[in-house]
């Protein structure tokens, strides 16, 4: 079975500046995906960037940038530019790239981001 | 982008009643829909998986005959709490992933507050 971890329950960062969350996680297989969401305090999971494990190029999405180690299963979130909206609780997920029941989202504790002002 | 609903947002019942909690998907057909309960400051914890048109798949430790789950369509799944107590009190979330999707994205509904007093 996969595992995912997180095991820095919070952190905190100054607005402006950059913050890296991490995460790891085990598997057998080689096909995956690698999320990271985001929930507010509205309790909306909110998809903030997606890594599919064969691609070698680390994702990018604005201010949100991941690196993605596949040898070290370590993904990490990087947030540059920290802005107020960031603060949130923030979850690492994994997800087999196989349809059917194993589709499900294993997702790690989740960590609490908040931003100084 | 892809839509999910759920029903109701928040909702108080009595000790003993039953509950019904919607989840729809509004844009696109769900072949696979996911509920989860999270208490607070925790991660989500994956009750099952529901298919259109067959039995829920329900993880280890959660009843299935407490949390009745019906996936009677592409666009709907409910998730019924049978004899409600208060230590069914939580926050629930649902997910569906799209038919014909590769399976990289599962969109998540707004989640429902369920109060058992």
């Known amino acids: 079975a996969q595992t995912v971890t997180q095991s820095q329950p919070e952190m905190s960062v100054q607005e402006a500046e950059t913050v890296t969350l991490s995460c790891t996680y085990d598997?057998?297989?080689?096909?995956?995906?690698l999320f990271w969401y985001k929930q507010p305090p509205s309790r909306q999971m909110i998809l903030v960037i997606r890594?599919?494990?064969?691609?070698?190029q680390n994702a990018t999405e604005n201010r949100f940038s991941v690196n993605f180690q596949k040898a070290a299963k370590s993904f990490s979130l990087k947030i540059s530019d920290s802005q107020l909206g960031d603060a949130a609780m923030y979850f690492c997920a994994y997800r087999s790239f196989h349809t059917g029941a194993n589709s499900k989202l294993t997702f790690g504790k989740g960590i609490t981001l908040s931003v100084r002002p | 982008g892809a839509v999910v609903s759920q029903h109701p947002s928040r909702v108080i019942c009595k000790s003993g009643t039953s509950v019904k909690i919607e989840c729809r998907s509004l844009?696109?057909?769900?072949?696979?829909m996911f509920w989860y309960r999270q208490f607070p400051k925790q991660s989500l914890m994956l009750m099952a998986t529901s298919n259109e048109g067959s039995k829920a798949t329900y993880e280890q430790g959660v009843e299935k005959d407490k949390f009745l789950i019906n996936h009677a369509s592409l666009t709907l799944s409910t998730l019924t709490v049978t004899s409600a107590h208060p230590e069914d009190s939580s926050f629930y979330i649902c997910?569906?992933?799209?038919?014909?999707?590769?399976?990289?994205?599962?969109?998540f509904g707004e989640g429902s507050w369920l109060t058992v007093v």
């Open positions: 890594q599919e494990a064969y691609k070698q």
């Open positions: 997910s569906a992933r799209k038919a014909g999707n590769s399976g990289n994205t599962i969109y």
């Open positions: 844009d696109f057909q769900a072949t696979t």
């Open positions: 598997t057998s297989e080689s096909d995956y995906y």
